[in-house]
């Protein structure tokens, strides 16, 4: 069985790290098969919104396959690396909306996949944190960068220095998570963001992720003119029109993403 499950369903896919027997942890051919998922779903237009999550309910992931590690040269854990950094950075890079479902445990890499996410929701369960450090490495895919742009410089500095391990009460209050739920209502509340996400047009919607994303470390004024240039992408789009006519006609819009 592949190391990745991938379907698509109303307009959500949802992309499952499938190794529950080692926490759903990343070994070199789980991050090839992931990087090619995340590829094929970036240009698909029969997809709005993604959900990322784990097999099992013990690790949405426990990072890299440490196992695998101790078997590699130098030069091979290099390539992992770049390779993990790559791919979630191609996650982040999606047009479309990503979702954390984060069912476990979640540790270096496995962490660093959730916060290349856009939302984050985690049963009440779950830890997480980046703990390279305490291996005598950094994170490698993304987490220095992506932490301290998400809660600042010095609260990243404290988890990431220390090794931290958050719980999930803990994450939400730090503004890493979005939302802590019971495990039955993991997926569902999930579902109900992308629901909310996708009764909106959805060429607006990947043009506001693209203006927040690109907007986000520049100065004022050019993230003022990126925002200018993800609008005029909207104005010629049929569904802005659709928008005009259904609150004329008092009714709800049909977008068609076109």
């Known amino acids: 069985m592949s190391t990745i499950l991938y379907e698509v369903k109303d307009y959500i896919a949802y992309v499952t790290i499938y190794r529950p027997e080692v926490l759903n942890c990343f070994n070199y051919a789980t991050l090839q098969k992931l990087g090619e ?39 091979e854990v290099k390539r992992n690396v770049r390779k993990i950094r790559d791919v979630f950075s191609a996650i982040e890079a999606l047009p479309q909306p990503t979702i954390a479902a984060m069912n476990g445990h979640a540790f270096g890499g496995g962490f660093e996949l959730a916060l290349a996410c856009d939302f984050r929701v985690c049963v009440q369960e779950a830890t997480m944190g980046l703990t390279e450090v305490s291996w005598a490495i950094i994170p490698g895919a993304g987490g220095t960068q992506r932490l301290p742009r998400l809660i600042g410089q010095a609260k990243a500095m ?4 220390t090794a931290k391990k958050l719980s999930a009460e803990e994450a939400l209050g730090y503004g890493i998570l979005n939302k802590v739920v019971e495990r039955k209502q993991l997926i569902p509340t999930c579902e109900e963001y992308a629901a909310l996400i996708m009764k909106n047009g959805p060429v607006a919607v990947q043009q506001a992720k693209y203006a ?30 659709e928008a ?13 993403g076109e």
């Open 37 to 75: 998922t995340v590829e094929a779903i970036h240009n698909d237009p029969g997809v709005r919104v993604v959900i990322f999550t784990g097999a099992g309910e013990k690790a949405f992931s426990a990072g890299a396959d440490l196992k695998e590690r101790r078997t590699l040269s130098d030069a």
């Open 158 to 161: 404290e988890l990431i220095l």
């Open 212 to 241: 927040i994303k690109h907007g986000m470390e520049v100065d004022l004024q050019t993230g003022l003119a990126i925002e200018a240039k993800a609008y005029e992408v909207t104005i010629p789009t049929k569904d802005r029109i």
């Open 244 to 256: 005009l006519n259904a609150f004329s006609e008092k009714r709800p819009p049909q977008f068609k």
